[in-house]
T-cell receptor
Framework: GAVVSQHPSRVICKSGTSVKIECRSLDFQATTMFWYRQFPKKSLMLMATSNEGSKATYEQGVEKDKFLINHASLTLSTLTVTSAHPEDSSFYIC?????????????FGPGTRLTVT | EDKVVQSPLSLVVHEGDTVTLNCSYEVTNFRSLLWYKQEKKAPTFLFMLTSSGIEKKSGRLSSILDKKELFSILNITATQTGDSAVYLCAVDQSGTYKYIFGTGTRLKVLA
């Protein structure tokens, strides 16, 4: 099956700093990627849809200036958490949309655990 | 408002037991329903269901969809400790490519 990687897998940063998380589709091109956030013992919450070559589409309640998304190539999307605060600590998961002739499917990355101290 | 609800929220069973996990949905432009298993990391894919009444099976796991009553069940027979995980149900909305995830069911299988 298709492979999606995320880097880093785990990051600890100080309050006020910015953190960049990368999501790569390794063996297919993805014009669309998704970023999710998951709090402990909660489900995945879609944050935004990342579109190659255009602006990301954010879900209601997600601050676009706080969570900057860049999808500069067909295999890479980045999520930057700006001026991070402890409440931004969470598990961030990306997925890449693999489209076939008659179907499509999201393939998930392994996730990035962010801890803001 | 589109929503996906799973029940129970958590479940503790003993090895060898059979469990049934439920997922109900109210989603516009339904395309398919997906089941995932999540342990420490990102979800791993189990099943994709698009048609009513057709059971999908993989080893001890099986799943079926009822598009009239808007729900799906995931069955696990002869449970093992390795089945302990959070099981997530998601609905794929046609036209948006978005997945709407349910609340998840946390399953713990005791030896």
């Amino acid at each position: 099956g298709a492979v999606v990687s995320q880097h880093p897998s785990r990051v600890i940063c100080k309050s006020g700093t910015s953190v960049k998380i990368e999501c790569r589709s390794l063996d297919f091109q993805a014009t669309t990627m998704f970023w999710y956030r998951q709090f402990p013992k909660k489900s995945l919450m879609l944050m935004a849809t990342s579109n190659e070559g255009s602006k990301a589409t954010y879900e209601q309640g997600v601050e676009k200036d706080k969570f900057l998304i860049n999808h500069a190539s067909l295999t890479l999307s980045t999520l930057t958490v700006t001026s991070a605060h402890p409440e931004d600590s969470s598990f961030y998961i990306c997925s890449a949309l693999h489209t076939g002739t008659l179907s499509y499917e999201q393939y998930f990355g392994p996730g990035t655990r962010l801890t803001v101290t | 408002e589109d929503k996906v609800v799973q029940s129970p929220l958590s479940l503790v069973v003993h090895e060898g037991d059979t469990v049934t996990l439920n997922c109900s949905y109210e989603v516009t432009n339904f395309r398919s329903l997906l089941w995932y298993k999540q342990e420490k990391k990102a979800p791993t894919f189990l099943f994709m269901l698009t048609s009513s009444g057709i059971e999908k099976k993989s080893g001890r796991l099986s799943s079926i969809l009822d598009k009239k009553e808007l729900f799906s069940i995931l069955n696990i027979t002869a449970t093992q400790t390795g089945d302990s995980a959070v099981y997530l149900c998601a609905v794929d909305q046609s036209g948006t490519y978005k997945y709407i995830f349910g609340t998840g069911t946390r399953l713990k299988v005791l030896a």
